[in-house]
């Protein structure tokens, strides 16, 4: 199974190359690309840890990801923000960890010395890009893109257990769903444990060479 990490700014090929003389944490296509093309599993694992970065360059890892044809097993071991989440959801199965958070929000540029003529026509642009961003998250999620781009609006995180819920993510990592052994309860005192009902119909199904009360004892023991 191979594996790429998308960790620190997501960036275009150029800018990667100046990341990498300075020493600095970058990810970008060029580098993904050719991950996917020395890979010859038919699984991918992508690691992600990333406060986003950008847009265009996370379109084209995106894009990269689903084209490759290989099975893309997303774990989201920290943040995936902004541009970092939208690579998450080229994932066949996108994992969170219990600790993790995902962010969305809408794109924005740096306005500089713009006019209003400038501004106006950005602002159409950035529209654009919101809506090309929202519809990578409805073909993943299912939401409807209106409820999305108002999720991106307000600038959503989302822990783990809101990200599976809302079809971002698809499962929880380390997470063993041992629903019969959980017993919800509402009450002053502690209640037998199911582990230890379960013995003590084991200890009248089969008596022990123990003393009844030993046997009692030991079951005590296990709440």
Excluded: C
Excluded at 138 to 147: C, H
């Amino acid at each position: 199974m191979g594996k790429i990490d998308i960790k620190g700014d997501i960036v275009s090929d150029d800018v990667g190359s100046f990341y990498e003389w300075f020493g600095m944490s970058s990810t970008y296509p060029k580098l993904v690309q050719q991950a996917i093309d020395n890979d010859q599993d038919e699984e991918i694992t992508l690691n992600i840890a990333s406060n986003g970065g950008d847009v265009f360059a996370a379109s084209e890892i995106y894009t990269m990801l689903k084209a490759s044809g290989k099975r893309i097993v997303v774990n989201v071991q920290g943040l995936a923000a902004s541009a970092a989440s939208v690579i998450s959801m080229a994932g066949n199965v996108v994992r969170m960890s219990p600790t993790s958070q995902m962010m969305i929000h809408k794109a924005s540029v740096d306005p500089g010395h713009s006019n209003a003529d400038d501004l106006e026509h950005q602002s159409a642009v950035l529209n654009s890009i919101d809506e090309s961003i929202a519809l990578a998250y409805e073909m993943k999620t299912g939401l409807k893109q209106s409820e999305l781009l108002d999720l991106m609006a307000k600038e959503t995180w989302l822990n783990a257990k809101t990200a599976v819920d809302k079809g971002f993510a698809d499962e929880i990592m380390f997470f063993e769903n041992n629903e019969e052994d959980i017993m919800v309860t509402n009450a002053t005192h502690q209640l037998p444990s199911k582990s230890a009902i379960a013995k003590f119909k084991n200890m009248i199904a089969t008596p022990k060479t123990n003393t009844l009360r030993e046997q009692k004892l030991a079951i005590l023991l296990e709440k």
